[in-house]
């Protein structure tokens, strides 16, 4: 089984790494091997084949923003150091592990549904 979005999103993340600190004027922070480490296994456990790859911003904590799109709503998953992880879906907002777990699940899966 081939996941079409996993080479482009390591791509993407591979470059983000490589940015310096301060990269832009904002003075964003450097992204955090480990936070990238945490996304690419989240990614892994949530993420089927068919999905398409989420638009992956750098966060100004040194962290990775992740959004995808469905037809009616979009999902977006932070996930910056020391652990601090939010999901927003719609109108829901999740900052804990296991509920941002749920949220970017359900959204995804509401996703394939609406492409299918």
Known sequence: MSYTWLQPTLERIS???????????YGTARVAPQVAMIAVQFLLLHMHA?????RITPTMEGG???????????C??????????AAV?????????S??????G????GFRAEAA
């Open 64 to 74: 990775l923003h992740f959004e995808w799109n469905g037809l009616k709503s979009f």
């Open 15 to 25: 470059d983000l790494l490589k940015l310096p600190d301060k990269h832009n004027c």
């Open 89 to 97: 879906h719609g109108e829901e907002c999740c900052q804990d592990p």
């Open 99 to 104: 509920g941002v777990s749920v949220l970017v």
């Open 106 to 109: 359900r959204a995804l899966t």
């Open 50 to 54: 068919e999905d398409a790859a989420p």
């Open 76 to 85: 977006s998953a932070d996930f910056n150091p020391g652990m601090k992880i």
